[in-house]
């Protein structure tokens, strides 16, 4: 099954089962899929992570209700899963832009976030480099922090940025951002801001060294300007490569970004001939 169909069957879960408990495992074994690789592929081909589209779609649902009839507010609260009036209220007060109280006291406009329904169209013919290697272990000094997969968009850029404002640009240049999750579970990854370095060195305070096992990469080059050359290529290894080369599958839970030195570019990272590469570890899929 293709990531469009395993989407188009995970939003049909979804729908069915709105007002019970929903998490990332459940979601991921009704489409048979891994969690963690169902919950990256998810944010990449829908822009939302599963915990924003499920959420989003609840407060469209609550403030329908709201607005068709005399229900309690609490009743409409528990039924999409928020445990007390005081959070219901100021989830819908984000979504919305209005009470709970107003939308049920008088008419005001209320927003809704559509279900996604995926369109299968005549895609594909397109010219995509990458390459793959096998690299040995190597060790990198970092920068790490732990992250939510539900906020890293927001948080790991302004990781980046408190990085170089506290002066640890001076100890780590930054040529590798590393997401690690050796359990690939799904609610927290290690995230490192990081460098090559010996084997054997000596972290400074405020920094690790790690070890990045022994693997096959598959490596894709992005030229552009970031983040937005970063992102296309990343939405199209879901949505392309990987259907299109039906013999591999991720390997394991490492992803690496590379990151060439901005100061060979007129323009930075927003240059258009700007470089990075992401880096997917792969592995040949077992036939039965």
Request: with cysteine; glycine share 8%; hydrophobic share 35%.
């Amino acid at each position: 099954m293709e990531w469009a169909e395993l989407i188009s069957e995970a939003i049909r879960y979804i729908e069915q089962h709105i007002t019970e408990e929903l998490t990332v495992e459940k979601v991921a074994q009704a489409v048979h899929l891994s969690p963690y690789y169902f919950q990256k592929g998810f944010s990449m081909l829908c822009g939302y992570t599963l915990g924003e589209y499920i959420r989003n779609r609840r407060l469209t649902l609550a403030g329908k209700d709201l607005a068709a009839g005399s229900e309690r507010v609490i009743d409409i609260a528990l039924r999409y899963g928020y445990d007390s009036p005081d959070s219901f209220t100021k989830a819908f007060t984000r979504f919305h832009g209005v009470t709970p109280a107003a939308a049920r006291r008088e008419p005001v406009l209320l927003k809704c976030f559509a279900a996604f329904k995926i369109k299968l169209s005549l895609e594909g013919g397109f010219l995509m480099d990458y390459r793959i290697e096998q690299k040995e272990a190597f060790t990198v000094i970092g920068n790490e922090k732990s992250f939510r997969y539900e906020t890293a968009r927001q948080s790991i850029p302004q990781f980046w940025q408190e990085h170089f404002a506290q002066g640890k640009g001076e100890t780590v240049k930054g040529e590798y951002g590393i997401n690690i999750d050796e359990n690939m579970g799904c609610d927290t990854f290690t995230y490192l801001i990081a460098d090559p370095c010996a084997p054997g060195t000596k972290a400074p305070q405020g920094f690790t060294v790690r070890t990045i096992p022994a693997l096959t990469w598959a490596i894709f080059p992005c030229v552009g300007a970031m983040p937005q050359a970063f992102q296309d290529v990343n939405a199209k290894i879901f949505s392309e490569w990987l259907p299109a080369l039906k013999g591999y599958e991720f390997a394991a839970g490492y992803c690496m970004e590379y990151y060439d030195d901005p100061s060979k570019y007129p323009k930075g990272t927003q240059d258009e001939k700007y470089y990075s590469e992401i880096w997917v570890p792969i592995k040949q899929k077992q036939t039965l």
